[in-house]
């Protein structure tokens, strides 16, 4: 990369926050951290804005403000507290905004990255999972770039500029017909070989012991049940405008090819790299050249064998609910998103059992009408809405808690 690059780091505190910033202090003549934003971890925030001296921070917790000021009375940074100060900073022109917010909480500030036209690497899929259509249309009518973080849709979008030509265009935009299908692969989680019988007692912290990657906490509770690789799905869907039938799933416990695109020829091209979101984000920090930092190459003759196989619906009802809520469009995306965060966080405090996330998430599901989604305000107001019936789902499944 010739110039430096001013960035701003969303969820900085976080896995893909931690990832991003360990390339930018690898490569600090490069990058020039503008803002750093976080969610309520003060203490994290203000250690990161002591180290690479961005000119804003940002806080969602505003309860934490005085700790954050109180941490930094010695730098001039300026401190922004707040959903709108966060949305502010994601607004506010970099080379590039980097989208690593978990959850729902991120849509606000990446729809306002986006209706600013910056580029954005994308790592927080829930922003398109709740309201794809939306992101997408604003991110043409104002210019703005998705770049994918996430490994696997960020390996169909390395095999799509192989075959495109280098960086000559847009994601969703090239001539599809002559592709048939992708491919994004999927660990299969902790529990994929765990007894069916065995799965409703095992704990979070089984659950978050993830085979190959070291993640927050909802997306390691999402791969354990495949939600994650489900809302990838629709993630995929949106980022390339693919049917849902041309976006396939297989189980890939090695984790070395990440994603695949299929010819209408016979040819397949995939992307293979180590269980090291450092690869996708330099890939996207650097775009559309690359970075020089990995002095460890994937060792195939180690790993010995690669094997696929597809995603078994019994054991990954999640799944299978992903898929059906993208089939059924309009606001299912945004009612399953919501639904299963509520549930993944009630996982996660002991309230209800492993195997209650999908059934929680299904009666949601159940009980909601469809609705159209065509502003911020109307996913939230969904979102608010499936969070409210979650709870109570939670509620009348923790007499479940370990059956
Ligand atoms: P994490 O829990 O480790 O970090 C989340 C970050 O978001 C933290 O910095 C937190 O302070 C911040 N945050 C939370 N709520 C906020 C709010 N309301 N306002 C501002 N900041 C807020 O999560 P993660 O694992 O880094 O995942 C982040 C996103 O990236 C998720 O959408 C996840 O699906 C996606 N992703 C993560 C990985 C990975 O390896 N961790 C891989 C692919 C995709
Ligand atoms: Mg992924």
């Known amino acids: 990369m010739s110039v430096t690059k001013t960035i701003t780091v969303m969820g900085a505190t976080g896995s893909i926050g931690q990832s991003t910033l360990a390339l930018v202090r690898q490569f600090s003549e490069l990058f020039s951290v503008q803002a750093l934003v976080a969610g309520s971890d003060a203490e994290g925030l203000a250690a990161l804005a002591r180290e690479f001296r961005p000119k804003m921070i940002g806080l969602h917790d505003l309860t934490k403000l005085d700790q954050l000021r109180s941490a930094l009375t010695d730098i001039d940074v300026e401190i922004i507290v707040g959903e709108a100060g966060c949305t502010q900073i994601a ?137 994650n690789k489900g809302l990838e799905v629709i993630e995929a869907y949106w980022l390339f405008g693919l049917q849902p039938d ?12 990440h994603g695949m695109i299929y010819f209408r020829d016979g040819s397949v091209l995939a992307q293979l790299a180590g269980a090291d979101m450092r690869t996708p984000i330099s890939y996207a920090l650097a775009w559309p050249e690359r970075l020089q930092w990995a002095d460890t190459r994937l060792d195939l003759s180690a790993i010995g064998q690669l094997s696929f196989e597809a995603v078994d619906m019994q054991r990954f009802p999640c799944f299978a609910l992903a898929r059906q809520a993208l089939r059924d469009g309009g606001a299912a995306p945004a009612i399953l998103n919501a639904a299963n965060e509520v549930a993944v966080a009630a996982f996660l405090q002991g309230k209800i059992g492993f195997t209650r996330i999908a059934a929680v998430v299904d009666t949601v599901l159940d009980q909601s009408a469809s609705a159209q989604i065509d502003s911020l305000e109307a996913v939230m107001a969904i979102d608010a809405a499936s969070r409210d019936l979650a709870l109570a789902a939670v509620t009348k499944n923790q007499s479940y808690l370990s059956d």
């Open 246 to 257: 041309q976006i396939e799933v297989l189980i890939h416990p090695q984790q070395a090819v």
């Open 91 to 227: 607004a506010s022109p970099v080379d590039m905004v980097v989208a690593g917010i978990v959850g729902i909480a991120g849509l606000p500030s990446v729809l306002a990255a986006v209706q600013s036209g910056q580029t954005i690497a994308l790592a927080n899929k829930e922003a398109l999972v709740s309201a794809g259509g939306l992101v997408m249309r604003e991110a043409a009518r104002c210019g703005a770039h998705i770049l994918p973080v996430d490994s696997e849709h960020n390996a169909v979008f390395q095999c799509w500029q192989g075959w495109n030509g280098h960086a000559s265009k847009q994601l969703g935009q090239a001539d599809t017909d002559l592709l048939s299908h992708i491919c994004l692969t999927a660990s299969g989680g902790p529990f994929l070989h765990t007894p069916l019988d065995d799965l409703p007692a095992m704990t979070p912290q089984q659950a978050v012991r993830h085979p190959n990657w070291s993640m927050g906490q909802k997306i390691s509770v999402d791969s354990a049940t495949m939600m």
